[in-house]
């Protein structure tokens, strides 16, 4: 049993602190965080990437460095009077040229951090981690916490990556520096400009480039929900916990259901058997990476991970942190209606989309011709 006594003492230190830091904080979730952290009463200290586009950041107030995580001194400037860090930063992707990045920054990167806290004598350190490091639905039942991964199923290098990183946390954890995780699903929503692999599937499907759907499940949230969940393991989670951040179970089939039905499109009927397409896109990107010497279309890691069921428990972060998420149905409308303003559909497809009426009105329809260009050399790199 946890006590609730302790859990009060550092809510209480985190709110009077002077400061809080978040790594990635330019980022689809970090800046979310950030936002969160901001209603809540908190100064923030941003820890931004060199060279990475900070415009979601735009018009908040916090305290701005620029940064890399692999740079010890870097990260022991960024903790000076800092109460409680918020590690998010990572490579949140499925391919890259060099392998080696994902463990640089997610692990060598995670261990700067840790030592940075230690060293500064920060009150807690809160770890995005991810589900990717949990086990799978099995027997009909979601996985959860408590649910242990088989290393099978740690497809690709972001996954192993991030498990590494894990285990550094908790060890860290075991040493006497206060940590909590959080374990998010698949968020999606505004202000995804990468997009994520969450967001690119949204994306795809608006350009209807997703003809067939996978026999997979998945757990759907909105980035909102996710950020506010950090802010509540950093009030309210006990040392060393794990907390999945998550939002409603649904058959991949469901959610591609759901845009078609709220952006007035079609939905796709055939249905493939991951297992089967497997073979034809690990072929694929075997040519298109190391012949084209280009990222892949398509990575093999997505779908090796529909061979699974992808669903989640949140009744712990429910339970003990008063964690609450919007329907699926919202969020999902919510990403779709920002990439659409955003310039991330092609206008036959933001016309289609208009004419159904279904979408809102909020959605300035004259999408940037520059940025559906810039979007789609970005996406064939």
Same mark, same amino acid.
């Given at each position: 049993?946890h ?16 400061s809080?830091l978040v790594?990635?904080?330019?980022g689809?979730?970090g !800046? ?9 009463g908190?100064?923030?200290r941003?820890?931004?990437e ?5 415009d979601?950041l735009e018009?908040l107030t ?26 998010? #930063?990572?490579i949140y992707r499925f391919?890259a040229?060099?392998?080696d ?30 589900? #990717? ?6 027997d009909?039942?979601p ?9 099978e ?9 991030k498990?590494l ?21 698949f ?9 994520t692999?969450t ?16 026999d ?11 950020a506010r969940?950090?802010?509540l ?15 409603e ?9 759901t845009?078609a039905?709220v952006?007035g ?5 055939v249905?493939l ?6 073979p034809?896109?690990? !072929? ?5 990476s ?10 093999s890691e ?11 428990d949140t009744?712990?972060?429910r ?9 699926a149905?919202?969020?999902l409308?919510?990403? #779709? ?6 310039g ?7 016309e ?15 999408a940037d ?7 789609e050399?970005a996406?064939r790199?």
């Amino acid at each position: 049993m946890h006590d609730a006594h302790k859990v009060m003492i550092v809510a209480d230190v985190v709110r009077g602190s002077e400061s809080v830091l978040v790594t990635g904080a330019s980022g689809f979730i970090g !800046s979310a965080v950030v936002r969160a952290l901001i209603d809540d009463g908190y100064r923030v200290r941003a820890l931004c990437e060199p060279g990475r586009d900070d415009d979601n950041l735009e018009g908040l107030t916090v305290e701005r460095i620029v940064g890399d995580i692999r740079d010890p001194a870097t990260l022991d400037d960024a903790v000076v009077d800092v109460s409680t860090v918020f590690h998010l #930063a990572a490579i949140y992707r499925f391919w890259a040229a060099d392998p080696d990045l994902f463990y640089d920054v997610n692990v060598g990167g995670t261990m700067n951090v840790i030592r940075a806290a230690e060293r500064a004598g920060c009150n807690r350190l809160v770890y995005t981690s991810t589900v #990717a490091t949990l086990g799978v639905a099995e027997d009909g039942r979601p996985a959860s916490e408590d649910s242990l991964v088989h290393f099978e199923h740690l497809f690709g290098h972001y996954k192993r990556s991030k498990y590494l990183a894990e285990h550094e946390v908790l060890r860290a954890g075991a040493t006497g520096l206060p940590v909590v995780l959080v374990h998010p699903t698949f968020p999606v929503g505004e202000r995804d400009t990468a997009p994520t692999p969450t967001g690119r599937t949204i994306v795809e499907f608006l350009n209807g480039r997703i003809p067939a759907y996978v026999d997979t499940a998945l757990n759907v949230v909105h980035v909102d929900d996710v950020a506010r969940g950090h802010v509540l393991a950093a009030q309210r989670g006990a040392p060393g916990r794990s907390y999945v951040l998550g939002g409603e179970n649904m058959s991949l089939r469901a959610m591609l259901e759901t845009l078609a039905d709220v952006c007035g499109l079609a939905a796709p009927r055939v249905r493939l058997s991951p297992r089967m397409v497997l073979p034809i896109v690990r !072929s694929a990107e075997w040519f298109e990476s190391t012949v084209m010497k280009r990222e892949p279309t398509l990575p093999s890691e997505p779908v090796r991970m529909a061979t699974t069921r992808m669903e989640y428990d949140t009744d712990r972060v429910r339970r003990e942190l008063g964690y609450s998420s919007m329907p699926a149905r919202t969020a999902l409308t919510r990403a #779709a209606r920002w990439f659409v303003a955003n310039g991330f559909v092609k206008e036959a497809r933001v016309e289609r989309i208009r004419r159904s009426g279904k979408l809102g009105p909020e959605i300035d329809l004259r999408a940037d011709a520059a940025r559906v260009q810039a979007h789609e050399g970005a996406r064939r790199r």
